[in-house]
Protein backbone atom coordinates (compact mmCIF):
# COMPACT_ATOMS: atom_id res chain seq x y z
CA UNK A 1 0.00 0.00 0.00
CA UNK A 2 1.38 3.41 -1.31
CA UNK A 3 -0.27 6.72 0.24
CA UNK A 4 0.38 10.28 -0.89
CA UNK A 5 -0.93 12.94 1.10
CA UNK A 6 -0.81 16.36 0.00
CA UNK A 7 -2.89 20.04 0.39
CA UNK A 8 -0.74 21.62 3.59
CA UNK A 9 0.14 24.86 3.19
CA UNK A 10 -0.10 28.43 5.79
CA UNK A 11 -3.25 29.51 6.26
CA UNK A 12 -4.44 32.46 8.88
CA UNK A 13 -6.30 31.46 11.99
CA UNK A 14 -10.29 30.81 11.57
CA UNK A 15 -9.00 29.74 8.26
CA UNK A 16 -9.35 26.19 5.99
CA UNK A 17 -7.98 23.47 4.31
CA UNK A 18 -8.44 20.19 2.85
CA UNK A 19 -5.58 17.48 3.26
CA UNK A 20 -5.92 14.72 0.51
CA UNK A 21 -4.43 11.37 0.45
CA UNK A 22 -4.32 9.18 -2.46
CA UNK A 23 -4.14 5.54 -2.38
CA UNK A 24 -2.26 3.42 -4.52
CA UNK A 25 -0.96 -0.46 -4.66
CA UNK A 26 -4.09 -2.55 -3.14
CA UNK A 27 -7.63 -2.24 -2.14
CA UNK A 28 -8.46 -1.11 1.44
CA UNK A 29 -12.21 -2.27 0.66
CA UNK A 30 -12.52 -3.73 4.28
CA UNK A 31 -10.20 -1.54 6.12
CA UNK A 32 -9.52 1.75 7.68
CA UNK A 33 -7.54 4.85 7.39
CA UNK A 34 -6.58 7.64 9.32
CA UNK A 35 -5.03 11.36 9.63
CA UNK A 36 -2.13 11.82 13.05
CA UNK A 37 -0.15 14.70 13.71
CA UNK A 38 2.83 15.94 15.06
CA UNK A 39 4.26 19.24 16.26
CA UNK A 40 7.71 19.98 16.77
CA UNK A 41 8.68 18.83 20.21
CA UNK A 42 6.06 16.38 20.38
CA UNK A 43 4.60 12.81 19.76
CA UNK A 44 2.44 11.80 16.91
CA UNK A 45 -1.20 12.19 17.86
CA UNK A 46 -4.03 11.00 16.22
CA UNK A 47 -5.95 12.93 14.53
CA UNK A 48 -9.50 11.13 12.71
CA UNK A 49 -9.74 7.93 11.16
CA UNK A 50 -12.20 6.17 8.82
CA UNK A 51 -13.31 2.70 7.55
CA UNK A 52 -13.18 2.62 3.54
CA UNK A 53 -16.29 0.41 3.11
CA UNK A 54 -18.66 1.68 5.50
CA UNK A 55 -17.37 5.35 6.08
CA UNK A 56 -17.65 4.66 10.09
CA UNK A 57 -15.54 7.57 11.57
CA UNK A 58 -13.27 8.81 14.72
CA UNK A 59 -12.03 12.04 15.74
CA UNK A 60 -9.46 13.29 18.51
CA UNK A 61 -11.81 15.35 21.32
CA UNK A 62 -9.58 18.77 20.07
CA UNK A 63 -10.70 18.29 16.57
CA UNK A 64 -14.17 17.17 17.06
CA UNK A 65 -16.83 19.55 15.22
CA UNK A 66 -13.97 21.52 13.06
CA UNK A 67 -12.33 18.78 10.82
CA UNK A 68 -14.69 16.18 8.99
CA UNK A 69 -12.58 13.11 7.18
CA UNK A 70 -13.87 11.55 4.21
CA UNK A 71 -13.07 9.49 1.35
CA UNK A 72 -13.84 8.17 -2.28
CA UNK A 73 -13.53 4.96 -2.45
CA UNK A 74 -14.04 5.48 -6.63
CA UNK A 75 -10.65 7.90 -7.25
CA UNK A 76 -9.21 6.12 -4.01
CA UNK A 77 -8.43 9.15 -1.83
CA UNK A 78 -9.35 9.94 1.69
CA UNK A 79 -9.54 13.65 2.66
CA UNK A 80 -9.49 15.96 5.93
CA UNK A 81 -11.72 19.34 5.74
CA UNK A 82 -10.09 21.40 8.48
CA UNK A 83 -11.99 24.50 9.26
CA UNK A 84 -11.91 26.92 11.65
CA UNK A 85 -8.10 26.32 12.63
CA UNK A 86 -5.68 27.37 15.19
CA UNK A 87 -2.60 27.51 15.75
CA UNK A 88 -2.45 24.82 17.80
CA UNK A 89 -3.25 22.59 14.98
CA UNK A 90 0.34 23.40 13.57
CA UNK A 91 2.03 20.18 12.63
CA UNK A 92 3.18 18.09 9.89
CA UNK A 93 0.14 15.65 9.05
CA UNK A 94 0.48 12.35 7.81
CA UNK A 95 -2.30 9.72 6.43
CA UNK A 96 -2.25 6.26 7.22
CA UNK A 97 -4.05 3.34 6.59
CA UNK A 98 -4.38 -0.41 8.32
CA UNK A 99 -5.77 -3.87 7.13
CA UNK A 100 -7.89 -6.77 7.89
CA UNK A 101 -10.12 -5.01 10.57
CA UNK A 102 -12.48 -2.12 10.81
CA UNK A 103 -11.20 -0.87 14.39
CA UNK A 104 -10.00 2.44 14.06
CA UNK A 105 -7.49 2.49 17.24
CA UNK A 106 -5.72 6.24 17.82
CA UNK A 107 -2.76 4.12 18.88
CA UNK A 108 0.14 4.65 15.91
CA UNK A 109 1.47 1.64 15.80
CA UNK A 110 -1.47 -0.20 14.90
CA UNK A 111 -1.35 1.49 11.47
CA UNK A 112 1.41 0.19 9.24
CA UNK A 113 0.97 1.68 5.88
CA UNK A 114 2.00 5.83 5.85
CA UNK A 115 2.45 8.49 3.26
CA UNK A 116 4.83 11.31 3.51
CA UNK A 117 3.88 14.21 5.72
CA UNK A 118 2.18 17.66 4.56
CA UNK A 119 2.69 20.44 6.38
CA UNK A 120 0.15 22.79 8.40
CA UNK A 121 0.74 26.01 9.43
CA UNK A 122 -1.81 28.25 11.14
CA UNK A 123 -0.59 31.87 11.72
CA UNK A 124 -2.13 33.74 14.59
Known amino acids: VQLQASGGGLVQTGGSLRLSCVVSGRTLASHGMGWFRQAPGKEREFVAA????????RYADSVKGRFTISRDYIQDTMYLRMDSLKPEDTAVYYC??????????????????WGQGTQVTVSS
Open 96 to 113: TARQGSTRLPVDSNEYPY
Open 50 to 57: ITWRGGST
